[in-house]
């Protein structure tokens, strides 16, 4: 992984010019999340997973979210995908082409997933129907979602992309289970690919697997970007050091609230928020691990309406208790969510 962090650094050197010339392109975003807030209902209880979160994601762009376990990064991916259950509270609106997504019809929504947005989740395995072949499966996809008319040409479709991930001609063959973890992740990266979506939400892809075959599958994502054959992402992890190497733009999640946003090399290199100044040194140390905490666990209590670092946070004030703070922009589109930066 040290060694992924150095080509990481190295390569957002180069990725932040190339960010800069696609900004001077200004393309119109794909997707325009504004203010998202997503609570959790069950019986009596209400989990406020999001809160007041906004970003536009641009063609070609990779931003990544980045936080510790509970943070509410994969909440924001399942709402892109319009996968939050009806029994729970979701407010805001999250635009893909001026439509809300959030107000879309079952219908609206089927023809919505996969070709225009995709999402590879932490656990690939479901996306797969087990009783039938890897190859049945990609057929399955291409003609329900009408990229390819007959089957003749999706299964065509289906070994073109698993070429790109370098898998082999027989898993079209095998049976999801019969996949190792690794070959597992890259049959779900290539039928998310497949329909050529504007946007793909990729849920810590890589976490589960060994660091040898998590190291192969991210160089094999960072080409298709560059092959333009993976186009808009929104990439979720908790470790910075996959941040580092996978993304142009970085925001910082604590329980739920952007706390710290900016170019991802910005934020890595000059941390603001405390709680991204602990997160990153604890990641220079160890290595994080998804499930370890850089502060709170869920049983600490913060407060209702402010931020959610105070009990954590050796530098807060009484208004840090009272209100979140909006985000202060510190240098270039750099901004972070802390009072301490109001007295510069
Ligand atoms: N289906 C659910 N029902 C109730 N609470 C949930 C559900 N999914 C997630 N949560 C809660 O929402 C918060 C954010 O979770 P999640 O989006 O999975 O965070 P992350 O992906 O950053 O680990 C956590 O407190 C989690 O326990
Ligand atoms: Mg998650």
Redesign the pocket.
Known sequence: MAVLFRAGFSFIATSAVHAETRTVMTMEPNIEIENLNVS?I?RNTR?R?VREFSLDLRENESVGLL?E???????VGWALLGLIGKQNVVTGEINFQGKNILKMTNRELNAYRWTDASMIFQASLNTLDPLITVGQNFVDLLTNKKTCDNKRDARALAWETMKLLALQESIMDAYPHQLSGGMKQRVAIAMAISTNPKVLVADEPTTALDTITQASILRLMKTLREQKKIRGILF?SHDVTVHAYMTDRLLV?YR?RVIEQGSTKEVITNPLHPYTKLLLSSERIGGQKEGVRAGAS?DDVAPADGCPYVPFCPYAMKSCSESFPTARTIGQDHRVSCFLYDAK
């Open positions: 959790y069950s989990v997973a936080g376990s509970g943070a509410g990064k994969s909440t979720v999640m739920g869920q």
